[in-house]
Structures are given as structure tokens and as C-alpha cells.
């Protein structure tokens, strides 16, 4: 039995090494399924909290705490499986009873250092346990800064896409404001900006997936939300304007679903890396109609016919749809249109545009609906 102890201690002890390195040491988006478990469950049990409130806003604040308690929990097992993992080895090597080889395997790894077993042996075991606590803590403690550095920048555009594309984020009203306001000319290089943030994210959030789960300081702001608004607007673009539109459109439709296959890969979720332009997609032909109506009653000035131009929109789209929905869900994104459905019950928010206080008579004369 004391062999069978020892060989379960080194198995642990392998396993649990293992998930911290896949976690926070290699830089390959190496999928942990103990943390993928424990997000899961964490999630369910967030998520069950808030149901009898059936608001999103009440979601959205029980899920604020999904990310540090991911990180808490994350730790919590690393050191519970290394202290069982130790418990194992001392007393599959050695004649001390269970009780004893807990406090032992405690007292190294916390490196308190009030039990001893005596035994020569033993030693080893007892070094390798006080150099893994303080190493793990230290791991978890030099892992945050870049999780928080790579927060940061993702939502530093996501906060200035919200004056451009609304709150919460939509690929038709990018486009509809930019031509209220006359401002089409910075389209370009608001595609070059999230063709770059696509670029951070996709590497960020396959390598440290727990960064998912890092909501947006308001609740009706969110990167996957955003990142599918401006690939809406893209494609939207590309599809209506075949001869203005500018190349760095194409780029980040691109870059987004490159890095939404990335994440997606890193999550183990099956996708079509090579989907036929003519697959159907979610988005109605409806929805698209009337999303083609309004941008056209804002002046956006199309250069192909409407009808034409759907099969060259879906065509776009299929590259990324699926996957975008599925990241939206899994991360309890705000519901807001062209997003997908939720695992939980919330009304589409649709974006809010502010009310145009110009004198009327320096107001746009639309069309009729």
C-alpha cells in the first residue's frame, strides 16, 4: 500500500505541476482542464445566484466576481493538490502515520517549519515542499500583472468605441454615426486600431483564457461585443461599398476571426476553419434589411444594390459567426444585437444613440423609413 501511496503522490504531484505550467508558465494557450472545470463550475454557481433577479444587470454583477474568484480558486487547488500530493510521498516512504505526514507535508510547503519526521530521507520530499509553496504564490503573484496590463488595453479601445458604435456596441450604428457626423474619413484607422487590438487579444486570451471571464468596468460595454461590431461594420462595408471601402476592412475581419480561432482552439471548441461563402449564417435576411435601412437613412451611401450585396455581407460573416456567438456566450457578454443567444433569459439591449441637440436647421434631412 505504501508503494501505491508514493506512486498517487508522484501522479499528483505531476498533475498539479503540470496545470501551472500549461497556466502560467507556457506561452502556447495550452488548455488545463482542473481550470477549466473550476471556471465552469464557478460560473454555473454565479450564474444560479443571480437567476431570481432575471435582469442582465444582476448577471453582470454576480459575474464581476467570476475572474477573481477563478484566480483564488486556481491557487487554492494548486496548493490543496501539492499538500495531498506531499501528504502521499511522506507516508508511502516512510512509517508516519497520516496525521503526522499531513503536518509535515503543511509545515514544508507553507514553510512554517515547526514539524519534522527526523528521518534523513524525508528530507528531499521536505525541501521540494518549501520551495513549491513560495514558487507557486510567486507564479500566481507575477501572472496578475500581465493579465491586468492586457486588460487594460483591451478596454481602453473598447471605452472609445462606445462614442462610435454605441453602448452596447453594433456593427450598423458604427457605420450609421460615422455618416450623421460626417466623420467617415477616421473609419480607416479605426479598423487599423482593432486590427492590432484583434492581434493582442487573440494572443492574450488564448494564452491566459481567464481573462474571458474579465468583464468591462460598465455592464453594457464588452471586447467580444465590440470586436463583432466592428467585423459587422467591416463586412457591412465591403459588401455595400466594393470600390470606396478601404483595404484595411478586409484586414480586420481578418485579424478578428484569426483571433477568435486562436481562442477558440486554446478552448477546445470545434469550429469550420474553411466555411463555403454559401453556408447559411443566424443573421436573418430581415435583420440585415433593415440594419441596410437604417445606415441608408443616415446617409451612408451605398455603391451596390441591397439584394447584391447580402450574398457578399453573408459571405464575409460565415468566417466568423459561429465562433463569435459561441465567445459571446461563454462569456456572458451583454445581449445586444447581431451577438447571438445567452445561457441566460435578458431582453436584446440595443445600442442608445444620444439625442441631436443641433438647431434644426443644421440637422441632416433623412428619408422616411
Excluded: K
Excluded at 31 to 51: E, N
Excluded at 76 to 84: A, E, N, R, V, Y
Amino acid at each position: 500500500m505504501r508503494l501505491i501511496h508514493t506512486l498517487l503522490g508522484v501522479l499528483l504531484l505531476l498533475l498539479v505541476v503540470g496545470s501551472i505550467l500549461r497556466t502560467l508558465v507556457v506561452p502556447r494557450g495550452l488548455y488545463s482542464a482542473l481550470v477549466h472545470r473550476l471556471w465552469r463550475v464557478l460560473r454555473t454557481v454565479l450564474r444560479l445566484w443571480a437567476a431570481p433577479f432575471g435582469t442582465y444587470r444582476a448577471q453582470d454583477r454576480a459575474l464581476t466576481w467570476l475572474a477573481p474568484l477563478v484566480l483564488l480558486g486556481m491557487l487554492g487547488i494548486w496548493l490543496s493538490g501539492m499538500l495531498l500530493a506531499y501528504t502521499l510521498l511522506l507516508h508511502g516512504t516512510s512509517d508516519l502515520s497520516w496525521s503526522v505526514s499531513l503536518r509535515e507535508a503543511g509545515s514544508s510547503l507553507f514553510t512554517l517549519g515547526y514539524a519534522s519526521g527526523e528521518r534523513l530521507q524525508l528530507s528531499a520530499i521536505d525541501f521540494l515542499a518549501a520551495a513549491s509553496g513560495p514558487l507557486v504564490i510567486a507564479l500566481q503573484i507575477a501572472y496578475l500583472p500581465a493579465l491586468y496590463a492586457a486588460y487594460q488595453r483591451r478596454e481602453t479601445e473598447v471605452t472609445l468605441l462606445q462614442s462610435r458604435a454605441g453602448e452596447p456596441a453594433w456593427g450598423p450604428e458604427l457605420l450609421a454615426r460615422q455618416s450623421l457626423v460626417d466623420t467617415e474619413t477616421a473609419l480607416p484607422q479605426l479598423y487599423r486600431d482593432w486590427e492590432r487590438l484583434a492581434a493582442d487579444i487573440g494572443e492574450s486570451h488564448s494564452n491566459y483564457p481567464v481573462l474571458l471571464s474579465f468583464r468591462s468596468p460598465q455592464p453594457n460595454r464588452s471586447w467580444v461585443v465590440g470586436l463583432i461590431a466592428v467585423m459587422d461594420a467591416a463586412a457591412l462595408h465591403l459588401a455595400l461599398c466594393p470600390r470606396s471601402a478601404p483595404p484595411e476592412a478586409r484586414l480586420v475581419i481578418r485579424a478578428g476571426f484569426t483571433a477568435m480561432r486562436d481562442i477558440g482552439r486554446s478552448l477546445r471548441v470545434d469550429f469550420d476553419t474553411d466555411p463555403d461563402p454559401d453556408t447559411p449564417i443566424r443573421l436573418t435576411y430581415a435583420e440585415y434589411l433593415g440594419a441596410v435601412a437604417m445606415i441608408t437613412a443616415a446617409g451612408f451611401a451605398h455603391e451596390r444594390p441591397v439584394e447584391d450585396a447580402w450574398p457578399h455581407f453573408r459571405g464575409w460573416r460565415v468566417n466568423y459567426e459561429a465562433l463569435a456567438y459561441e465567445l459571446a456566450r461563454r462569456s456572458d457578454a451583454v445581449p445586444t444585437l447581431w451577438t447571438g443567444p445567452r445561457d441566460f433569459h435578458a431582453p436584446v439591449i440595443p445600442p442608445a444613440r444620444p439625442t441631436d441637440r443641433r438647431p434644426d436647421n443644421s440637422r441632416p434631412t433623412l428619408p422616411p423609413a
